[in-house]
Each structure stands twice: as C-alpha cells, then as structure tokens.
C-alpha cells in the first residue's frame, strides 16, 4: 500500500480543525498528523511533522502569506492549500505568489478538498474555478497586439511556449495541451521544463502566479 498523505490543519477555529481532522480521517489515503491555530506556529510545526500538505486557514491569526513563504524556502517539498471564507482574485495571486499551491473556499465539499489534497501532491494546481474562468475570458478577449506584448515580458518565452503557459492556466493538462497545440506530450513535457526555468517557477503553480501578474485577470 502507498503511505497516506500526510495532512496539518492550521486554522484559528478548535471546531474547524477537529472538523476537518474527522471529515479528511474517513479517507483511508489522507492522514491528519498535526494542528496549529496560529500562522506564526505553522513553520516549527511543519518542521516537526513533516507534512505533505498544510491546509491553512487565509485569514487566522498571524501572517498566512508569510508562513506560505517560509514553508516553501525551506521545505519546498511541502504543499500548501490556502483555504478563504470569500474568493478574492488578488488574495489569490498573493497565496500563489507565496508558493501555495491551492486556494479553496471554505465551503468546498469534503470530497473536493480530498481531491484538492491529492491533485497538489500530484504536481496540479487546484484553484477556484471563478479564476480559471475569469482568466480564459481575458485571454479570449486578447488582441494579437496584446499578446505580442506579453510575449516580450514573459521573459524571453517562445510564442509556443506562452501558449502552452496560456493552456496551463486554464488547467488544462499534459495530455490536453498536446492535443490542442498538435505535439506530442514528451515535447510538452520538455517545453514544460523550459518555461520553469526562464520564469525561474519551481512548479506549475508558480509559473500560472506569472500569467496572473501580468494583468490578464484583476
């Protein structure tokens, strides 16, 4: 059998954390190996658990965004889903910049948080779907002009390779951008690995943060 993944909680709310300790214990892959209701907490305790995953709370005492920071450079293996009481475009961006890799209302049906847990351990970004939304509708509404533009500021990025970026911020994967764009999905993977390393991303997660900053959703 594969190991559980292993989950922290870090929310202010006793009865949110125990909720959400009982909900994820029912799933025989998910296991819950710590709590914390401070933000600040959240560092020592990742470090002492060894998570794969830490669901933090957006708006819990303590400063989210930086815990998401100081987890990521210094134990970048670890996972972060951000979860928010209201869907922010800019609060988003924000928790993507910092390195999470998920960003979920709190109201998500707990058969969907478990899918969010293991589509990040699985090196997928899982974002709401207001914001992939969103953004295929400004892409759509691009001009050739625009995206030219875009192409310079992308960091030296290829027109294929903003393309296949494009089709990562709508959610699409390997297998679906190699059938929209006609390559094959070695060659995908390849352009992939390219375009993480211009835009210095250490995952997919971080190089869709780099479409949302440059203004294609607000």
Do not use: W
């Not at 933000?39 to 995953?53: E, F, G, I, N, T």
């Not at 957006?58 to 951000?82: C, F, H, Y």
């Not at 030219?148 to 970026?165: H, Y």
């Amino acid at each position: 059998m594969t190991k559980p993944i292993r989950v922290l909680v870090a929310a202010d709310l006793k009865l949110v954390r125990q909720g959400l300790r009982a909900l994820l214990g029912n799933n025989a892959d998910v296991e819950v190996v710590g709590e914390v209701e401070s933000a600040d907490d959240v560092v020592s305790l990742a470090r002492q658990s060894h998570p794969d995953v830490i669901l933090m709370d957006q708006d819990m005492p303590g400063n989210s965004l930086l815990a998401t920071r100081m987890v990521k450079e210094s134990m970048p293996s670890i996972e972060i889903i951000i979860m928010t009481d209201r869907l922010s475009d800019r609060r988003a961006l924000q928790a993507i910049e910092a390195g999470a890799t998920g960003y979920v209302l709190k109201d998500i049906p707990i058969s969907s948080l478990t899918s969010a847990i293991r589509a990040v351990c699985n090196g997928r970004a899982f974002l709401p779907p207001e914001i992939t939304r969103k953004l295929m509708e400004r892409l759509g509404q691009m001009t050739r002009e625009q995206r030219d533009r875009l192409r310079l500021e992308f960091e030296g990025l290829t027109p294929r390779e903003l393309d296949i970026l494009f089709e990562l911020a709508r959610g699409s994967t390997d297998r679906e951008i190699a059938a929209r764009i006609v390559l094959s999905a070695g060659t995908v993977k390849t352009h992939l690995r390219n375009i993480l390393k211009k835009l210095g991303a250490r995952n997919r997660t971080q190089a869709v943060a780099y479409v949302l900053r440059k203004g294609l959703i607000e």
